[in-house]
């Protein structure tokens, strides 16, 4: 039996995270169109997490199964300006997903709901309100990214944007935070940070997430200016909005926040481009509470400029592993789970090829076994999906 046992943990262990490639979904009838930003949502309060694409040409448009693999456009929501980036959570207290959309004018949030008197499911445009507009604290400012968290801990979803102010012969990188009330409404964040950020920055979409442990969302960015040659992971308190650097990560990089050693704290998941003369490298960082200590080495690197990161649970195993996309290849450095402290161990590195991969991707929520959503390069707003069959 023991033999048994040894030879099933070695079996386990030596498994890969294996996707299939799904069906190519477009988004759009219209050939030039193209995905710039993909996530899953259930904001049709139907029980599953649907697939929503951000457009160039200004969509948000929401996919449904439609058995075989096959995948329909359920409906398409008007945003007025080129979309950019887009965050899902439930921002009026109804229990269904809402989403966030940044596009190259602002920020609107639409608010998810079944069908309804006057109402279609899913997303509608009637149903939305501007984040940042009147009280956006620097004039025209784009929504390049957008996250979601709880910066002031009153269990309420902020909004965090990094977007372009048009100021000082702009466009200049910019970093706003925005309270959200619950119920769907957004103003001033008591201890915001709104801030221009030095232009020449190369800056990476923040990631949002409790490091510390107090409850409140702090605000993590990668910041540097190319004269450096380097950047520096810059943690901002959600509270007071106050930063501090933390870690010198190389130049330019991918963030993603996560639980890697089982803690309950946020800990970071840093992809630099190289050092000088240095491949590509993934950095874990794990949270002590008050500061990052190194908690893994990663079993081989990806070597993409482009890559972004995720940390998310995607053999359902309930450890943590990190995802990274990056010059076509989706890689998963599977979580082996803790072996002390503050200690996440990559459990080895799984790749599955993407062509025409544009960049980023998303994971689906709440599932097992997690498929991944890949923009893709190519016409009518195509996304790829991957079907997650690891065994
Ligand atoms: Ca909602
Ligand atoms: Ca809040
Ligand atoms: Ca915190
Ligand atoms: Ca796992």
Known sequence: MRVLGLLAALAFLAGCIEFSDGAVMQASATATSRAVAVAWGDVADRGVADPLVVTNDGTVVRMTACGSGCWQRQETVALGASGQSIAVGDLDGDGVDDVVVGTAAGVTAFFGGAAGPGRAAGLVATDSAEVIGASEPYGDLSGGSVSLGDLDGDGDLDVVVLGTSNVYGGPVPTLATIAGDGA??????????????????????????????????????????????????????????????????????????????????????????????????????????TSFATCGTPVGTDDGSTATLAIADMDGDGRSDVVSLGAGTLSVWRGAGPSSTHAFNAGGRSTHAVADAKGSFAVEPGATLPDVLVPLTTDGAAVRHLDNVTS
């Open 184 to 289: 769907g409404g957004f103003g001033p964040l008591t201890g915001a940070r709104n801030e221009y950020l030095s232009a020449g920055s190369s800056v990476v979409p923040p990631a949002v997430g409790d490091v510390d442990g107090d409850g409140a969302d702090e605000v993590l960015t990668s910041e540097g200016h190319a004269a450096l040659g380097t950047s520096y992971l810059v943690v901002y308190s959600g509270l007071t909005g106050a930063g501090a650097t933390s870690i010198e990560v190389g130049p330019t990089a991918a963030i993603a926040v996560g639980d890697l050693d089982g803690d309950g704290l946020a800990d970071v998941a840093v992809r630099s481009t190289g050092w000088t003369g240095n491949p590509a490298t993934i950095a874990f960082d794990c949270s002590t509470g």
